[in-house]
């Protein structure tokens, strides 16, 4: 069954705006990942969060956990061309299991 | 460190035939995964490996799908008398552990199967 779910499915913004994704899953979590992947192309790691964590920073990225709430949220800031992409959420799983992606246009 | 090598990256069988596709993880990484991706969706878990054993295969289908990842070489996505359905970009990633993850996964570029 699917842990991680993103929403919304798409997002479009303009060139220089912040963008948030957001990942609901269903059961107990010990880390939760994000990854990128461009058009054609396999995933890219992002980040990683440990369950123990409420925000976690890397560059422009910011990832936030509630793990009450079961959910977790992306924010990329000053939004470029270069990040659009589909973004996935993944739990830790035995098998790292994949949502479905919200697919992000930026907007020049 | 080459990444995850996968190959070939575009694959083109006729129905009927066999479609074989290789994943070399990354060095020292000694868990691989497959994924199978269609156009505009997400990417769907199938086996889980580690070296000369299947952990999770309940993505996989019982027929005509199969998996290895032997003690030496690349792990192996078998699809025999392949269909249309069957046509769908095929995903591996690999990791240094696996089960409660603490690490990334690497991925490969990926297969692109074409069944006609």
């Known amino acids: 069954s699917q842990q991680g779910e993103e929403d919304p499915q798409a997002l479009s913004i303009q060139e220089g705006e912040n963008a948030t994704m957001n990942c609901s899953y269903k059961t107990s979590i010990n880390n939760l990942q994000w990854y990128r992947q461009n058009s054609g192309r396999g995933l890219v790691h992002l980040i990683l969060i440990r369950s123990n964590e409420r925000e976690k920073h890397s560059g422009r990225l910011r990832v936030t956990l509630d793990t009450s709430k079961k959910s977790s949220s992306l924010l990329i800031t000053a939004s470029r061309a270069a990040d659009t992409a589909s973004y996935f959420c993944?739990?830790?799983?035995?098998?790292?299991?994949f949502g479905t992606g919200t697919r992000l246009t930026i907007i020049p | 460190n080459a990444g995850v090598m996968q190959n070939p990256r575009h694959l083109v069988r006729r129905r009927g035939q066999e479609a074989r596709l290789r994943c070399s993880p990354m060095k020292g990484h000694s868990h691989v995964y497959w994924y199978r991706q269609l156009p505009e969706e997400g990417l769907k878990f199938m086996v889980y490996?580690?070296?000369?054993?299947?952990?999770?295969e309940s993505g996989m289908p019982k027929e005509r799908f199969s998996a290895e990842f032997p003690k030496e070489g690349p792990s192996i996505l078998r699809i025999q008398q392949v269909v249309r359905g069957d046509s769908a970009a095929y995903f591996c990633?690999?990791?240094?552990?696996?089960?409660?993850?603490?690490?990334?996964?690497?991925f490969g570029q990926g297969t692109r199967l074409t069944v006609v």
């Open positions: 490996l580690q070296k000369e054993n299947i952990i999770d």
């Open positions: 993944a739990t830790d799983e035995e098998k790292l299991t």
């Open positions: 990633a690999s990791s240094r552990s696996g089960g409660n993850l603490n690490t990334e996964a690497f």
